[in-house]
């Protein structure tokens, strides 16, 4: 999306008027968006966002073009600021992207640091376990993987969530690969819907909230078109979903000590956030804040008491009927190694995309591109390409795209881009995290060309949850 809003960009703007250079203005010397310093900005975007893209055949991670790339394109733009004197307007301008990506990557650091230690603590797993052990009908663990994944992603990133019901599917379905990759393609849809009507639960919802555009409640209208969107692909999917019941899975789940509160600590962090943006209008990165300092004083407590307490697996050695030994210090988990194994990979890509985004916007191209998509086409159209774009660009870089252009919409359309955007995703299996996850960690079952397969139902669930948000939220137009 971001090469063909560039291409609209280069169409749209005016041809450059000539100025007399005895009375050039300032202003008129930081045109940019027809100077070579702009142009040189769009070449370095799409040849950055092309590298990004290219990470299955280059091996080269995407975070390492588009950090590269934000960095030359500010510093060539700061560079021309400064020669005419005009340095401090371009370092601000740098500022103003820098925070907004700050409190991003504080939430998101937040969470998966959450959600490294609930995975060390051994709670994903106990879940996988204990459905594979239930001998559901592949049927049921269709529906039931789909629907967690639904309500999972509602405060759990979807990458997360499509990787532990992706591993359930393919643990299960080993002997039946047509399920495997039906379910994958279910659970992909099920994730980027259902974090599309939470604002914790989505990075393109994370920064509408984040630039309250809309208020924390409101995102909750979606539910219904969300759900819709899940639905529809789901109950024609159903009747190719084979009816067998598949081997049981025979073993121990071991949950580690303070896996329960965790679980618990990750609730209050949610609460704590929610409430201090909803009644103080604190950004959500403060909420999260404060609720990693709740898990490094649970980390403390762990530590300190280790040597007090029974081994973590006790339940193991009672079930043996052997002696339980005491906890051993050194098997206690560290937050700041948690916090380490984040995936920085995806964090810095982030960054690197909405700094060059920024920058572009800076130039002025993302004024031209506003000013054709919402102003001589309808809001509705321009909001249903691009959340149509989101199946081959990130939702979270066209997001912060639209929110540069600054357009004037009411809380309806931006409803639509939100819920347009976030399903979007779900189109092909490189349009959002849990499907491009899913793609190197099921190898050989859920494929590129199996997910292309269902394309038609999906889109149809598209445009059916956007008929549904018409009908069911019409007073927010």
């Known amino acids: 999306m971001n090469f063909i809003l560039l291409g609209l960009a280069t169409l749209c703007?005016?041809?450059?008027?000539?100025a007399d250079s005895g009375t050039a203005t300032a202003a008129a010397t930081m045109?940019?968006?027809?100077?070579?310093?702009?142009?040189?900005?769009?070449?370095?975007?799409?040849?950055?966002?092309?590298?990004?893209?290219?990470?299955?055949?280059?091996?080269?991670?995407k975070s390492k073009p588009m950090v590269l790339g934000s960095a030359l394109v500010w510093f060539v733009i700061c560079i021309y600021y400064a020669l005419h004197g005009e340095a401090k307007t371009a370092a601000l301008a740098f500022e103003s992207n820098l925070l907004a990506y700050i409190e991003l990557l504080l939430f998101i650091l937040v969470s998966m640091t959450y959600l490294n230690t609930m995975e060390e603590r051994g709670i994903f797993k106990a879940l996988q376990v204990y459905l594979l052990s239930r001998r559901f009908s592949y049927r049921k663990l269709f529906w039931i993987t789909g629907g967690l994944a639904f309500v999972l992603s509602t405060v759990v990133n979807g990458l997360t969530i499509g990787l532990l019901m992706g591993s359930i599917a393919l643990a299960v379905g080993k002997k039946k690969p047509e399920f495997v990759a039906l379910a994958c393609v279910h659970i992909v849809s099920a994730t980027n819907a259902g974090g599309t009507f939470s604002p914790l639960g989505g990075i393109s919802t994370l920064f509408v909230w984040q630039h309250k555009i809309l208020h924390f409640t409101e995102f909750f209208s979606l539910a219904i078109p969300c759900l819709v969107n899940f639905l529809v692909p789901a109950c024609i999917m159903h009747f190719w979903v084979p009816k067998e019941i598949p081997e049981a899975l025979q073993e121990k789940v071991l949950l580690r000590r303070g896996s329960k509160r965790i679980i618990f600590l990750f609730i209050l962090t949610l609460t704590i956030t929610v409430s201090a943006n909803v009644l103080l209008e604190l950004p959500p990165a403060a909420g999260m804040m404060a609720g990693l300092g709740l898990l490094q004083f649970f980390n403390f407590y762990l530590n300190k008491t280790a040597n007090e307490k029974e081994s973590d697996f006790?339940?193991?050695?009672?079930?043996?009927?052997?002696?339980?030994?005491?906890?051993?210090?050194?098997?206690?988990?560290?937050?700041?190694?948690?916090?380490?194994?984040?995936?920085?990979?995806?964090?810095?890509?982030?960054?690197?995309?909405?700094?060059?985004?920024?920058?572009?916007?800076?130039?002025?191209?993302?004024?031209?591109?506003?000013?054709?998509?919402?102003?001589?086409?309808?809001?509705?159209?321009?909001?249903?390409?691009?959340?149509?774009s989101s199946a081959f660009v990130d939702n979270g870089t066209l997001m912060f795209a639209v929110l540069n252009m600054h357009p004037d919409l009411p809380a309806g359309q931006w409803l639509l881009l939100t819920l347009t955007l976030g399903v979007g995703g779900s189109l092909l299996a490189i349009?959002?995290?849990?499907?491009?996850?899913?793609?190197?960690?099921i190898k050989g079952y859920y494929t590129f060309t199996a997910h292309m397969r269902w394309m038609p139902v999906i889109l149809l669930g598209y445009f059916a949850s956007i008929a549904m948000h018409f009908w069911i939220n019409a007073r927010y137009f």
């Open 431 to 441: 349009g959002s995290a849990p499907g491009v996850g899913m793609l190197g960690h």
């Open 314 to 388: 006790a339940h193991v050695y009672r079930f043996y009927n052997l002696e339980v030994p005491k906890a051993n210090s050194n098997r206690t988990f560290d937050v700041f190694k948690n916090v380490g194994n984040v995936d920085w990979d995806t964090l810095l890509f982030f960054y690197g995309a909405m700094m060059i985004i920024g920058a572009i916007g800076f130039v002025g191209y993302l004024d031209a591109i506003a000013q054709f998509l919402f102003g001589q086409i309808n809001p509705t159209l321009a909001n249903i390409m691009i959340g149509l």
């Open 31 to 61: 045109d940019l968006a027809h100077h070579v310093i702009g142009y040189l900005s769009v070449f370095v975007t799409v040849a950055s966002y092309i590298a990004a893209m290219s990470e299955e055949v280059t091996e080269l991670r």
């Open 13 to 18: 703007l005016p041809t450059m008027a000539i």
